[in-house]
């Protein structure tokens, strides 16, 4: 308890040692008493004290009878309602769910991100009204823009409107949208004979979300890859070009490579936001047709106010989505430890 | 990147950017011109005119400026703290709080439901508040900490030379030094509390004037039987002000917003 460093009383700074570098790790021994622990605790008592009395919470219910609700008597359980989760095959579903639409979304984010930060770092006219244009998505919430896209993927909406323009699509008497001949020989050679151009079907219905989504968030991915973009050595492209390198090549060859850091970023940014994914599929599609495109969210959103609440089973859920949750968390902290280095606090110099 | 050296590869290029953001333009195009149809800009009229229109902007302004308020400050006191004060086994808050740095809201969902119908605070601004500054602050903390630790001790211990206590080197040395980060944490939190749809429609309700601008469009599902047309132009009421900001403000929102997805 002796307190070896003389920190006058009203201020907890350390006393300086004359030559000091980096941030707050602990020097010196501990002061009994902590004066700056006033600065953290409001803080920590919010979101910590909020979070984790949430999460104990939901463990107690997760072990109570699956179809626990409010007021009712709360027995323990046990892990009955976790196997009910491990056997039930919509929990399965919407994690394949999940996983296909973080892949999809993933992978069209980095390649469109990659182009659209390459051409508006060209010269090109208008620039500002397209990067406007590709990032205004971002900005507007989910669930305002939910109707539109409805209304975009309707039978008669403008996406069908386009495909029948372009000669893919004939309307029948009676306002039924089929395939015109080529395409639908095509889709049954390709084994996607079930594609029709009804959009919210149990076929079609999860693409429309990934689509969706991606529409709501290249704008992010664009912003990232554009602010790297800038922070490449002109001279490494400058001898690129030197050495005979076009456009593509380049692209391909020096400025790819340079944007490990920002990819990594991008994953993991996706697979929160495809654990989190609620808005979406709840407004666009309700999680269906036929939970054709049931993701976590919506399945235990479903689970507490469906046509009869679950709020055991709920918990469980929640528990598991949790535990998802956490492993990302957990990626995030060791690779931007790995990142950090040569990239210090990147996009966060503001 | 690309070399555009003739003004025939600019219009080239900038051909194929046009092509390539017509997907983007087709949401926007149809949001504006199913808002038009049928009686035209009369149903606008008909959703500005609806019982309690300004109510659903109201409800989100206070909900956002409480969450921006409270977060900041918080935010601001745990980076100093976390940063540049003694704390004992301060690493150990620390990744106690980073531990809920990707904490799904849907997860919350259930004890908060329960919790705040218990409590009496169902319905209240503070249901929707308290969450969502919650969820908020283990991430600004996170950035905002590592920008503070950037800033050179020096500063601090010359003002605690000239006498300042720590209350005075959190106003005079930390608060307008983090300023840029500031910017970076309001438009941040600013977009995911005016965004927010699920918590509250959850925990605020689906009664008449508790409803926040998200719920604006889809309010009239019910109300007029899933009339398109009133539903994409209180989508288009509903986005404005967003796009708005963002245009006005664009370089903040997309440096705030790029901020908040790397760390």
């Known amino acids: 308890m002796a307190a070896s460093v003389t920190a006058s009383p009203n201020s907890p700074l350390v006393r300086p040692a004359p030559v000091k570098s980096g941030g707050g790790a602990s020097r010196g021994r501990h002061h009994p008493t902590s004066p700056g622990l006033g600065w953290i605790l409001p803080g920590f008592v919010v979101a910590v004290g909020l979070i984790y009395f949430c999460i104990g919470y939901l463990g107690y219910i997760s072990l109570l009878p699956w179809d626990w609700r409010p007021r009712r008597p709360a027995t323990i359980e046990g892990l009955d309602s976790y196997v009910r989760a491990f056997d039930s095959p919509l929990f399965w579903t919407s994690l394949k769910h999940t996983l296909v639409f973080f892949i999809a979304a993933f992978v069209v984010q980095c390649i469109m991100g990659i182009i659209f930060a390459a051409i508006l770092h060209s010269k090109v006219y208008a620039g500002t009204l397209f990067k406007v244009l590709i990032f205004v998505p971002v900005v507007i919430a989910p669930a305002i823009m939910s109707p539109v896209h409805r209304r975009v993927f309707a039978v008669d909406g403008p996406i069908n409107w386009i495909l029948q323009h372009l000669g893919m699509i004939q309307v029948s008497g009676t306002g039924n949208r089929d395939w015109t001949g080529w395409i639908s020989w095509l889709l049954t050679h390709i084994g996607m004979g079930n594609v029709t151009p009804n959009w919210i079907q149990p076929s079609t219905s999860l693409w429309v979300i990934i689509a969706v989504q991606i529409w709501s968030s290249i704008g992010m991915a664009f912003i990232l890859f554009y602010a790297a973009m800038g922070q490449i050595d002109p001279e490494v492209l400058e001898a690129a070009r030197i050495d005979g390198a076009g456009g593509i090549r380049m692209l391909v060859s020096v400025v790819v490579p340079h944007m490990k850091p920002t990819i990594v970023a991008l994953a993991i940014l996706n697979a929160i936001t495809a654990l989190k994914l609620f808005d979406f599929p709840y407004l666009v599609t309700a999680g269906g047709p036929a939970h054709s495109s049931e993701f976590l969210g919506t399945y235990i959103y479903a689970q507490l106010f469906g046509v009869s609440s679950h709020y055991g089973y709920a918990a469980t859920l929640s528990i598991l989505l949790l535990i998802l949750a956490l492993g990302v968390s957990i990626m995030m902290s060791v690779s931007t430890r790995e990142v950090k280095p040569g990239h210090k606090a990147k996009g966060v110099r503001v | ?263």
């Not at chain 2, 969902?109 to 218990?118: D, E, F, N, Y």
């Not at chain 2, 998200?214 to 899933?226: A, E, M, R, V, W």
């Open chain 2, 1 to 263: 990147m690309f070399e555009t050296r003739t003004r025939l590869a600019r219009v080239g290029l900038t051909a194929l950017l046009a092509v390539m953001v017509i997907p983007f333009a087709v949401p926007l195009f149809t949001m504006v011109q199913g808002s038009l149809q049928g009686r035209g800009w009369a149903n606008y009229r008909t959703v500005i005119e609806l019982e309690g229109f300004w109510l659903y902007f109201r409800n989100s302004i206070v909900i956002s400026l409480a969450t921006i308020t409270i977060v900041y400050f918080l935010t601001m006191a745990a980076s100093f703290g976390f940063s540049k004060l003694r704390i004992r086994s301060k690493e150990l808050y620390f990744w106690l709080m980073m531990g809920a740095l990707t904490m799904p809201e849907v997860v919350l969902l259930t004890p908060l439901v329960i919790t705040a119908s218990k409590t009496g605070m169902a319905g209240t601004f503070w249901a929707v508040i308290i969450p969502l500054v919650a969820l908020q602050i283990p991430f600004t903390t996170l950035l905002t900490r590592s920008y503070v630790d950037g800033i050179p001790d020096a500063l601090f211990e010359a003002a605690r030379i000239d006498g300042a206590g720590s209350w005075r080197q959190f106003w005079y040395v930390l608060v307008p030094l983090a300023k840029p980060m500031a910017v970076a944490i309001v438009v941040l939190v600013l977009i995911n509390s005016w965004n927010s749809y699920l918590l509250p429609l959850v925990l605020l309700g689906q009664a008449h004037g508790h409803m926040v601008v998200t719920q604006l469009p889809n309010s009239f599902k019910t109300q007029y039987t899933d009339d398109q047309t009133k539903i994409l132009a209180g989508a288009v009421l509903a986005a404005l002000p967003e796009i708005i900001a963002y245009i006005s403000l664009q370089r903040h929102f997309e440096r705030g917003m790029a901020a908040g997805a790397i760390k």
